[in-house]
């Protein structure tokens, strides 16, 4: 069984800085691509970001290109995002999740385990 614990969210002015941590058990961590995924109240559940396995290659939505920074520790098998330059729009439940490719991909329906969610909310 797969456990992803999400930490780190919480309330920041617009123009601040948080950065989320989501800690991994019960798959080889370093074997699967990770997601981050973000989900505001009446909108779907949107793709933020994605690393592969190796953390050699990242993928980002247009919205957050340029604030927001994954990686990954697989030693500590962790994978972390990184929010700079946070914006009121970026508020939202954040969501970590795990694949079974070893390339990251936007769509949540290629993912298989989801942890709980971390709000994230940016005050203008």
């Known amino acids: 069984q797969v456990q992803l614990v999400e930490s780190g969210g919480g309330l920041v002015q617009a123009g601040g800085s948080l950065r989320l941590s989501c800690a991994s058990s019960g798959r080889p961590f370093s074997s699967y691509a990770m997601g981050w995924f973000r989900q505001a109240p009446g909108k779907k559940r949107e793709a933020v970001a994605r690393?592969?396995?190796?953390?050699?290659?990242?993928g980002y939505a247009d919205s957050v290109k340029g604030r927001f920074t994954i990686s990954r520790d697989n030693a500590k098998n962790t994978v972390y995002l990184q929010m700079n330059s946070l914006k009121p729009e970026d508020t939202a439940v954040y969501y970590c999740?795990?694949?079974?490719?070893?390339?990251?991909?936007?769509?949540?329906?290629?993912?298989?385990?989801w942890g709980q969610g971390t709000q994230v909310t940016v005050s203008s």
């Open positions: 999740a795990v694949t079974r490719r070893r390339i990251g991909v936007p769509d949540p329906e290629e993912y298989d385990y």
């Open positions: 690393i592969s396995w190796s953390g050699d290659s990242t």
